[in-house]
């Protein structure tokens, strides 16, 4: 079983940013994709970027060029960095991993942009 464990969530102020990172409890060889996605208090779970085992990137069209996914092979861990913050941006991110047998979640983080 694999674990995922998010963290660098937080309260920031409208306009800051904040860096996501999720890291698997354990060295993962055929990741197809990672990603993240998020929900809001009252609404569905939303996807947010991916990253391929290629690295190719894709985002939700409403948050490009505020939202940057990368990710670290080697420590099997994926980032997010989020510039430009808003306080529509608020809610619990989550990580998501697709390999070859499975899939697989993070626990959430949460992040709060104050007006």
């Known amino acids: 079983q694999v674990q995922l464990v998010e963290s660098g969530g937080g309260l920031v102020q409208a306009g800051g940013s904040l860096r996501l990172s999720c890291t698997a409890s354990?060295?993962?060889?055929?990741?197809?994709?990672m990603g993240w996605y998020r929900q809001a208090p009252g609404k569905q779970r939303e996807w947010v970027a991916t990253?391929?085992?290629?690295?190719?990137?894709n985002y939700a069209n409403s948050l490009k060029g505020r939202f940057t996914i990368s990710r670290d092979n080697a420590k099997s861990t994926v980032y997010l960095q989020m510039n430009s913050l808003k306080p529509e941006d608020t809610a619990v991110y989550y990580c998501n991993m697709v390999t070859g047998w499975a899939e697989y979640w993070g626990q959430g983080t949460q992040v709060t942009v104050s007006e």
């Open positions: 990253i391929t085992g290629g690295s190719s990137t």
């Open positions: 354990r060295t993962i060889v055929s990741i197809n994709a």
